[in-house]
């Protein structure tokens, strides 16, 4: 039954029995107005202890909700009736909790896992506390996971220093941090700043650059590893296999005409392959066998129009409009016969990237500054996939259906030779590589 029917029978008789009482009042009989008072106070103490039990529930079960605290025993018989609405709530707000406690496990276990070292510090008025500080942090910087910002300024204040120079503000900078008072680190500075249910969050994430660096030379290494494997197994498979044919053939006491032109198309193919073969390992160390450059004072205008004059039948034959804009009015101290061949590379990408293109325009240009030199080689073409931008320069990885997949590689390491830079940049429908070199 109810809660409010049970409270509505209680109220009906102490007001029958409250009725009673002047009846007998006014008919001076005082024995049984003594009874009916009796009655009257076991009947308003029973339901002042009925609604005080009910309430002291509803209080008891509030109050756990509000603390989080799902421990609290819920009788059987009280998830029924007039409890059945609380049960509900209460059994609805603990599996919430569970599952919030279940994501917040596994987020810990995320953050404390990875390699990058996270902060997040809460505003809370004019100061900062910090939130969450995973392992990776912690372990990094030798620093207890502490709870107010001022505790951490004074375990690591070249980094504390950085953060309040900025204003707490968004950035993506290198910063050198000393650790336990050695030599500094470099470390790259990402933050960010969100808000939620009216709290605001800043978000540090702090990764070593030693570890970034060689986090990428080993995934170049397995790129690389892959793509020679493939053309490896490639050209090796079908040798071994046509060679197991060919032996088994021989190995008859007469051959047929057959025979023998079967022979023949299985050595061709063998030797197209082996060819194949050759040409990748001669590629292969091209790459890894570079000689030492052999500098010399060199126009770089005038070498651009010479690798431009090589290239002029591909680019006439597509149709292709070449602006060489370099005007540079110093000489660089470079390999001429190694950066007119990175010349070429790049200028043979832009062509082929601009011959399937109504617009087939290759414009390179020129600038000085702090002692560099810039040589950059723009295309009109259909740009580079988001998805392949960090392999381009990947060894044997090409899109071309002819293509080595050595040229970039080639380039970057050439320019590297030369103590500059290659980089590739995409920018409102044109494709750029930019090459910087020290004057």
């Not at 406690?101 to 990875?114: C, G, T």
């Not at 910090?130 to 990094?140: D, G, Q, V």
């Not at 007119?340 to 990237?353: K, M």
């Not at 293109?357 to 560099?372: A, E, Y």
Request: proline letters at 3%; one cysteine or more; glycine letters at 4%.
């Amino acid at each position: 039954m109810k809660f409010y029917n049970l409270l509505f029978i209680r109220a009906i008789i102490l007001i029958l029995l409250t009725g009673l009482a002047v009846f007998f009042a006014l008919k001076e009989m005082p024995y049984n107005l003594l009874l009916i008072g009796v009655l009257i106070l076991l009947v308003s103490g029973e339901l002042y202890y009925f609604i005080r039990t009910r309430l002291l529930f509803y209080d008891k079960t509030i109050l756990s909700i509000l603390h989080n605290d799902f421990t609290t025993h819920f009788p059987e018989s009280h998830r029924r009736n007039q409890f059945k609405n609380l049960y509900r709530l209460y059994e609805s707000a603990k599996t919430t909790q569970h599952q919030l406690n279940s994501r917040e496990a596994v987020y810990s276990s995320i953050l404390n896992n990875v390699e990058t070292g996270v902060i997040i510090l809460e505003r809370e008025q004019d100061s900062w506390t910090i939130f969450l500080m995973n392992a990776c942090f912690s372990k990094t910087f030798d620093v207890p996971r502490v709870s107010h910002w001022k505790y951490l300024k004074k375990q690591i204040p070249s980094f504390c220093d950085e953060i309040e120079k900025a204003g707490f503000a968004e950035m993506k900078i290198p910063i050198n941090i000393s650790i336990d008072g050695k030599d500094l680190q470099t470390f790259i500075l990402q933050t960010s700043k969100t808000q939620s249910f009216g709290s605001e969050y800043y978000i540090i994430l702090l990764d070593s650059i030693q570890r970034v660096i060689e986090k990428r030379e080993k995934e170049a290494w397995i790129n690389m590893m892959k793509v020679i494997s493939h053309e490896l197994m490639n050209s090796l498979t079908p040798i071994r296999s046509l060679a197991q044919t060919l032996h088994e053939t021989v190995s008859q006491e007469e051959l047929s005409t057959e025979d023998l032109n079967d022979i023949r198309e299985s050595l061709l193919t063998i030797v197209g392959r082996s060819s194949h073969l050759q040409f990748f390992v001669e590629n292969y160390r091209k790459l890894t066998m570079l000689p030492t450059p052999q500098k010399e004072l060199v126009n770089i205008g005038d070498l651009m129009n010479e690798s431009i004059a090589i290239l002029r039948p591909m680019l006439d034959a597509n149709r292709i409009d070449i602006r060489n804009e370099v005007d540079l009015p110093k000489s660089v101290m470079v390999d001429p016969k190694q950066i007119g061949q990175v010349f070429i590379n790049l200028l043979t990408n832009s062509i082929y990237a601009v011959s399937e293109t109504s617009k087939k325009q290759i414009v390179v240009t020129s600038f000085l500054s702090d002692n560099r030199v810039t040589i950059v080689i723009s295309d009109s073409g259909q740009g580079i996939d988001n998805q392949i931008r960090d392999k381009i320069f990947l060894p044997f990885f090409t899109t071309r259906k002819d293509g080595a997949g050595i040229g970039l590689t080639l380039s970057k390491n050439i320019i590297e030779a030369h103590g500059g830079h290659l980089n590739q940049q995409s920018e409102n429908g044109v494709t750029s590589f930019v090459i910087t070199l020290v004057i």
